[in-house]
């Protein structure tokens, strides 16, 4: 597959240190990052990003999953680009169908470094069974299946769900039962059964809630 990855701010190969130059201690940076990482809807972009399939969402999905309007979420991916976290990877394959995408959000490698030194990555495995869980409209379902360009492979080699131990698979248990009760859950959205008597708001904010 072809691609390439873009974005505003710096370039991940840029030496300058996000969160403070030469001058500023490492708790000051961690300090900065820890509170960067943790604002409310880049903390909601960054879950719902781990829990996709392929790591590589579209502004669509994005949306659908987080809750905030789209102009703030773009706003945040800007961000996260400036902070060198994230970026806009390109599809420039020949496989696209007409109204698939072809921009999708993704981790850097220096993101995917900053999100294991915070300890992001052991949740994935959860994130991802509740997407496979949630309920996807037609339009959200063809852009999680569209053809994408392929990440950087320090960073797909640290998404891969290692095999899931007893106390992972209870965490995922629990967290996918208490959405089905409707108590402290993830996901604010349908469960992967629609119920076709209730009738969704258009443009309804679907949010990913908290996790850690």
């Known amino acids: 597959m072809s691609n390439s990855a873009g974005g505003s701010g710096n370039s991940v190969g840029d030496e ?15 300090r900065r990052a820890h509170q960067f990482l943790t604002q409310e809807t880049r903390y909601h972009i960054i879950q719902a990003v781990l829990g996709h399939p392929t790591y590589l969402a579209t502004l669509d ?8 309007n ?12 400036d902070k060198q976290v994230m970026a806009k990877y390109k599809y420039r394959g ?6 698939e995408p072809r921009e999708f959000w993704g981790f850097t490698s ?12 052991r949740y994935v495995p959860v994130l991802r069974a509740l997407q496979e869980n949630l309920y996807l409209t037609e339009k959200i379902e063809r852009h999680q299946n569209a053809p994408r360009p392929e990440l950087p492979e320090d960073v797909s080699e640290a998404l891969k769900i290692p095999e899931i131990d007893d106390e992972t698979e ?30 969704t708001e258009a ?7 908290e996790l850690f």
């Open 16 to 30: 300058t240190d996000p969160f403070g130059g030469d001058n500023v201690m490492p708790i000051e940076k961690q």
């Open 61 to 68: 999905e994005l949306e659908y999953l987080v809750p905030k």
């Open 70 to 81: 789209r102009s703030t979420i773009r706003e945040h991916l800007d961000r996260l680009a």
């Open 94 to 99: 020949d496989e696209t169908e007409r109204n």
């Open 110 to 121: 220096y993101g995917i470094t900053l999100l294991d030194e915070y300890s992001y990555l």
């Open 170 to 199: 209870a965490i995922i248990e629990d967290t996918l039962a208490a959405r089905e009760r409707g108590g402290d859950r993830l996901f604010d959205a349908p469960p992967i059964e629609s119920d076709e008597d209730v009738e």
């Open 203 to 209: 443009g309804a904010d679907r949010p990913l809630d």
